[in-house]
């Protein structure tokens, strides 16, 4: 039981699941301060960035805990798109609207890394070379062989993918990079650059954003079903255990029998 992950599943995303998620990341903020001063986070695409703004950009309630010290974050991303950083589909210009611009100008700023896009028509050395990028920020500061995210928050996608890794994909098998590129994503668009498994599950936190009806078919199967736990969010809980926390609304885990929590706070 031990190495189970959580599941929360919360009754209104606003007024509920936000406050719980802004907890949680802050929590994961202030333990990554206490361990090496600052915070390495990774976010991916989808709903979450607007979901993460509603956890995050509400001031502060004036305790120490939930004092957001953007100064000392690091923002790193789970998964790009192959498309410039200010084309409609990239996640970082998805990132940047939803949230990242929103933070007041009088507020300290996060120090983000996007994934470059330079050189769009090669998705195997854009993969390098923010590898390259993950090597020098991570093994300067801690030498350590493999980047330990603080926390990464993901989204779960309706077929079980999360991150750029879709199920029965090849790329789930790779052990040995820790940014991968896909071309032949089941998702448009093809071309795509994502966080290798073992990276996911190498994270101190790593915590699911999965909200609305559309999402209770593949969480069933997740928590419920062994074809379930081979999908790519099924894989990140049996490889990350009790080190993984999702966050639903009671329309996503309708009908899941797994035990649920509805409250962190
Ligand atoms: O680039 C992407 O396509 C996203 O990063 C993707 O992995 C997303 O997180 C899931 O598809 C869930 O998306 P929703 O939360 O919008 O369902």
Redesign the pocket.
């Known amino acids: 039981m031990g190495r189970q992950p959580t599941l929360y599943s919360f009754a209104d995303i606003h007024s509920d699941l936000a406050p719980n998620l802004r907890k949680y990341v802050l929590e994961a903020q202030n333990e990554a301060f206490k361990r090496h001063g600052v915070f390495r986070f990774a976010v991916?695409?989808?709903?979450?960035p607007k979901t993460l703004a509603k956890a995050l950009l509400p001031p502060s309630n004036g305790t120490e805990e939930d004092k957001v010290d953007f100064s000392r974050w690091e923002i790193f991303y789970?998964?790009?798109?192959c498309v410039p950083l200010d084309h409609e589909d990239s996640?970082h210009k998805l990132v940047q609207e939803e949230w990242l611009n929103k933070i007041p100008k009088d507020m300290a700023q996060p120090k983000v890394y996007p994934i470059s896009m330079d050189n769009l028509h090669d998705a195997q050395e854009t993969a390098d070379d923010y590898e390259r990028k993950l090597v020098s920020v991570f093994a300067a500061r801690d030498s350590v062989r493999v980047p330990l995210f603080d926390l990464i928050l993901?989204?779960?996608?309706?077929d079980g993918?999360?991150?750029?890794l879709f199920p029965d994909h090849a790329l789930l098998r790779e052990h040995d990079a820790w940014i991968l590129a896909i071309t032949d994503s089941p998702?448009s668009p093809a071309k795509?650059i994502t966080l290798s498994l073992p990276i996911v599950v190498a994270a101190a936190k790593i915590g699911f954003?999965?909200?609305?009806g559309?999402?209770k078919d593949v969480l069933k199967m997740i928590f419920e079903t062994e074809d379930g736990s081979k999908l790519p969010c099924g894989l990140v809980n049996e490889g990350g255990g009790e080190k993984v926390s999702w966050f639903c609304d009671k329309e996503a885990t309708d009908g899941v029998s797994f035990p649920r929590r509805s409250s962190l706070i």
């Open positions: 991916s695409g989808g709903s979450l789970a998964d790009e798109r996640n993901l989204g779960c996608g309706p993918h999360t991150c750029s998702k795509r954003v999965a909200t609305g559309g999402k």
